[in-house]
């Protein structure tokens, strides 16, 4: 019988889609996911179509999607968490190689977190995930063939005891070939995150790995003509590296090198790169290139948001912070005098490649600052990056650190939780924002002479102190702030005498509403919340414990 050499199943954050990779990849085959079809038959994320349509209509739209890969796959295929809900799903699974991948609570808890990104645990995730696991469980081992527990086993070893009960063959994959001189690219070690497209965009990409640059033409396509290469001054051999690869495909590239960081967010620097296309004659289907950091992926992105009113753009981080953050998601924008990125559009790229190999040459200062995002994305979400980044605080200081690629994957993977299902930041989104209100306001009031996770980072200690004055947040998580920013190196506090200027500066914060003031904080780890008006007194007493 063809069909799929091995179908996984299992609640969401087992690790299906990680394990499938890696199978696939020991396999010599290819890896296909019965959500990402859903999301691609429906045009939308799957908590919109949860939202949307209800859930019968997902799990028909399901069904069909398994239907589907059943027939014409042939290599490791995962479904999605409750697909075994439905019966007809587990007909279509009778007399296949079907493995379930449990986990017990405690280990779902902790490596989902209490999500609320996960459109089915979004209350009392807890008690849910019990029920959830209670009632799932036995339709799991009526369709498995086998089942392999993934508590405590890294996905590695997660993927060699599915080989091992399956019986079946490792093979040697060689590197795909890129067909083009130039350009190298290896498949094997590199990892692709998906980005669901959402309030009418595509859907996209992050790419993480080495040696990615030869993905730039695919990406770029062959309806462009010409390619526009945004970088800083920093990155001025890079970008013309680049530009000089695109040129030798055909393309008519140019380069535009913008000031390094903050300076580079002004409306004058975006008036030049206007300047830039309309000289070189860029049109719709010309595409814009932004190779750096945050600052860089930033205006690269609103200039390819506001030319022609929208132009396609790709992004190639450079920093931690641009890789883990900047760069995925879609927002774009620039600052004005009154404030940070306070003009922007939500313009998603049509891709991101993130080549590790560009953080070699990133001075200390600026990796650590990204660092302040990675933790966020631990503190909102993702405990298992605080215990990472615990574990070895020197390390996670330096890209040769040993967690380095683990810590920005699933802090991408937070993010393309939470785009995926809100780009335009109805609700969701704004847990992203967690230790920001303040940040922002220090930046401005430090004319962006600090760095941006450097402000960050005394945000998120503010934003802890904040939740725990207001009786959310525990003592005991409220401290792991500081201790787990300190050991990497990141501030904890900022002048005392500034309270005045910040609160004013916060008051133009996105997320305020009329005169209301709001903040993220957390009910706990993974539980991200909205603190709304605060009393001033508290607002206060929680910046008192972040003074200097
Ligand atoms: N759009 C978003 O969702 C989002 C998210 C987070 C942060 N941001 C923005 O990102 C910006 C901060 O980004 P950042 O921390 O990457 O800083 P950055 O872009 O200012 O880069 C820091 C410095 O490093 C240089 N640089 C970049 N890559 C380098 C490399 N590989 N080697 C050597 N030098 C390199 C840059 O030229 C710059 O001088 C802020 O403006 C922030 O507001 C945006
Ligand atoms: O992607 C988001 O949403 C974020 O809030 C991510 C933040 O880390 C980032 O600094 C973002 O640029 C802040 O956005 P803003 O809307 O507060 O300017």
């Not at 001075?363 to 990675?374: L, N, R, T």
Request: proline share 5%.
């Amino acid at each position: 019988m063809s069909g799929p050499l091995i179908v996984l199943v299992g609640p969401m954050g087992v690790g299906k889609s990680t394990v499938g990779e890696l199978l696939a990849e020991r396999l010599g085959s290819s890896y296909r996911d019965t959500d990402a079809d859903v999301v691609a038959a429906a045009g939308k994320a799957i908590p919109e179509i949860f939202f949307d349509e209800g859930e019968e209509r997902f799990r028909a739209l399901e069904r069909q999607a398994v239907r589907d890969a059943i027939a014409g796959h042939t290599g490791v295929l995962a479904l999605g968490g409750g697909a075994v809900l439905d019966g007809e799903t587990r007909a279509l699974l009778a007399g296949r190689p079907v493995v379930y991948l449990s986990m017990d609570v405690d280990e779902a808890v902790r490596r989902v977190g209490l999500n609320t990104a996960r459109p089915l645990l979004a209350v009392n995730p807890r008690r849910q995930w019990r029920e959830l696991m209670d009632a799932r469980r036995p339709l799991y081992e009526e369709v498995a063939t086998v089942t392999v527990a993934t508590d405590a086993r890294t996905p590695e070893e997660v993927a060699q005891a599915v080989l091992d009960a399956m019986e079946l063959p490792e093979r040697t994959v060689e590197a795909v070939p890129s067909g083009r001189e130039n350009t190298r690219m290896t498949e094997q070690g590199t990892t692709r995150i998906q980005i669901a497209g959402t309030a009418g965009t595509d859907p996209y990409e992050v790419l993480v790995g080495r040696q990615l640059l030869g993905e730039l033409p695919n990406l770029i396509g062959d309806r462009a003509k010409r390619v526009a290469v945004l970088h800083p001054e920093a990155l001025a051999e890079t970008g013309e590296a680049v530009r000089a690869d695109l040129a030798a495909q055909g393309y008519e590239a140019i380069a535009i090198q913008l000031p390094n960081a903050e300076e580079a967010k002004t409306v004058e620097v975006a008036a030049y790169c206007w300047k830039a296309l309309g000289q070189t004659g860029f049109t719709r289907t010309d595409v814009i290139v932004g190779v750096g950091g945050g600052a860089t992926t930033d205006v690269a992105g609103f200039v390819a948001a506001s030319w022609l009113r929208g132009v396609p753009w790709i992004a190639v981080p450079t920093t931690v912070l641009a890789m883990v953050d900047a760069a995925v998601g879609g927002k774009t924008g620039i600052n004005t005098a009154e404030g940070k990125n306070l003009v922007g559009a939500f313009h998603p790229p049509t891709g991101v490649l993130c080549d590790l190999a560009a953080l070699d040459s990133l001075p200390v200062h600026d990796y650590v600052s990204g660092m302040a995002e990675i933790i966020k994305a631990g503190f909102i979400a993702d405990p298992v990056i605080l215990d990472l980044v615990e574990a070895d605080p020197q390390g996670a200081r330096t890209p040769a650190g040993p967690h380095t690629a683990e810590l920005i994957e699933r802090s991408i993977r937070v993010k393309a939780e939470v785009v995926g299902s809100d780009l335009k930041e109805s609700g969701l989104r704004e847990i992203l924002n967690y230790g920001h209100t303040l940040a922002h306001a220090i930046e401005k009031n430090e004319r962006y002479k600090w760095r941006h996770g450097a402000a960050v980072s005394v945000g998120m200690v503010f934003a802890a102190e904040l939740g725990r004055l207001a009786g959310r947040l525990d003592d005991a998580t409220a401290d792991r702030h500081r201790a787990v920013l300190e050991s990497v190196g990141l501030p904890l506090t900022y002048r005392g005498d500034q309270w005045p200027k910040l609160l004013e500066n916060m008051k133009v914060d996105k997320k305020s509403r009329g005169d209301l003031l709001r903040f993220i904080v957390l009910d706990g780890i993974g539980k991200p919340t909205v603190l709304e008006g605060p009393d001033p007194a508290v607002l206060l007493a929680a910046y008192g414990e972040v003074s200097a």
